[in-house]
Structures are given as structure tokens and as C-alpha cells.
């Protein structure tokens, strides 16, 4: 599976747009982007997924560039509930493992 | 939808006993689940991969004899720590993953396990 980097901590103003950079330069054909969250004491959450296209839900959106080697994680309107540590995972769709990284430490500030 | 949840959600044991983690998905099937094992300040570390009907597959370094793992329906996996140490304290988190295209997984809210 591709590794990928990410900054180990970033802040955002509440209200603001949150973009979380995301390198994956060697992901191959069949890898898709995965992004999830982590609140403290909890579960991993599920935020977006995609292979080669843009995607939006109502949590988020994901920017892919065309050579794939990098996305971009966007929340549109941070609130302090954002914070959280963000993780970008590349897996493949055949296996379906994901190896976590060490993510990035969001927080959001008033 | 697609809600995993585990049960129980903190566990304390003494050290030799056996301790039963459960794992369910509560409104999609999956026939591939997922452990993973977290300790404090560090990320998730997958254990290994349950397939429904099958035999786990592990990840490298990760004991199958101690960490054992059953998937005998297609909502259900289990985890059993065998033997249980104060170095198994652990945050036990699994997953179940999307029968969908893109294959996501959909993660339990996790297990605290204290063992003195």
C-alpha cells in the first residue's frame, strides 16, 4: 500500500474553511484516497473516499490533482466539533486494508 | 446507516484470564471485518482482517494463538485476547467494511481493555 504524508498539526479559525494537504505520490491505478477522523477516546469516522474525482458529501469535499500524487481534505465551515486528528489513508480496493498513519491534529479555534 | 458497534465497550480483567471482544454491524452485512489495536498518543495498528466463514488473516508480528478471531456470520466477528498481560492494555477498535465500490470501512467505537 502507498504510503502517505501528511502535517503533523494544523489550526483553523471556527467558521473558516479547514484545507488538510495530503501527499501520496506513489498510489497506483487501483488505490483509492480514503479520509478519516479521529476524535479523542472514539472510533474512527468516515469522512470521504475517492479514486481520480472530486467528491463532496455533506461533510466534506475532496480535491484529487490529475497525476493523483496529492489531495486535499476540505471542511467548508469548521466548527470547534472538527477538532480532531485527521488521517488521508491510500488502500487498495482488494484487500480493502488501510494502514493508518500518524494523521493530522486539527483544532479548531474560536 | 452503516453503524458497527462493540460490546463491551471497557473491559477490565486480571492478568491470565481471557477476555471476548464483539464487533457487529447493525444495518449492512460485511464479510471482511478489521481489528485494530491502539495505544495511548499513537495511531491505530491493524491486528488483522476477518473474513466471514474463513480463517483470519494476520498481520505480521501479531500472535494469531493469543489474538483470536471469529467471524461466524455475516454481522459478527469476535476477538478473544487468550492469556491476558498488563502489556495487552490496549485500545481495541474494529471495523467492517463497505460491500459498496469503494470499499470504506465503517468503524466500531472501540474497546478499552485494562488488564492488572
Avoid at chain 1, 21 to 36: F, K, L, Q, R
Avoid at chain 2, 105 to 112: A, E, K, L, N
Wanted: aromatic share 8%; charged share 15%.
Amino acid at each position: 500500500d502507498a504510503k502517505t504524508t501528511q502535517p503533523p498539526s494544523m489550526d483553523c479559525a471556527e467558521g473558516r474553511a479547514a484545507n488538510l494537504p495530503c501527499n501520496h505520490s506513489t498510489i497506483s491505478g487501483n488505490e483509492y484516497v480514503y479520509w478519516y477522523r479521529q476524535i479523542h477516546s472514539q472510533g474512527p469516522q468516515y469522512i470521504i473516499h475517492g479514486l481520480k474525482n472530486n467528491e463532496t458529501n455533506e461533510m466534506a469535499s475532496l480535491i484529487i490533482t490529475e497525476d493523483r500524487k496529492s489531495s486535499t481534505l476540505i471542511l467548508p465551515h469548521a466548527t470547534l466539533r472538527d477538532t480532531a486528528v485527521y488521517y488521508c489513508i491510500v488502500g487498495s480496493s482488494n484487500t480493502g486494508k488501510l494502514i493508518f498513519g500518524q494523521g493530522t491534529t486539527l483544532q479548531v479555534k474560536p | 446507516g452503516a453503524v458497527v458497534s462493540q460490546h463491551p465497550s471497557w473491559v477490565i480483567c486480571k492478568s491470565g484470564t481471557s477476555v471476548k471482544i464483539e464487533c457487529r454491524s447493525l444495518d449492512f452485512q460485511a464479510t471482511t471485518m478489521f481489528w485494530y489495536r491502539q495505544f495511548p498518543k499513537q495511531s491505530l495498528m491493524l491486528m488483522a482482517t476477518s473474513n466471514e466463514g474463513s480463517k483470519a488473516t494476520y498481520e505480521q508480528g501479531v500472535e494469531k494463538d493469543k489474538f483470536l478471531i471469529n467471524h461466524a456470520s455475516l454481522t459478527l466477528s469476535t476477538l478473544t485476547v487468550t492469556s491476558a498481560h498488563p502489556e495487552d492494555s490496549s485500545f481495541y477498535i474494529c471495523s467492517a467494511k463497505s460491500e459498496g465500490g469503494g470499499n470504506e470501512q465503517y468503524f466500531g467505537p472501540g474497546t478499552r481493555l485494562t488488564v492488572t
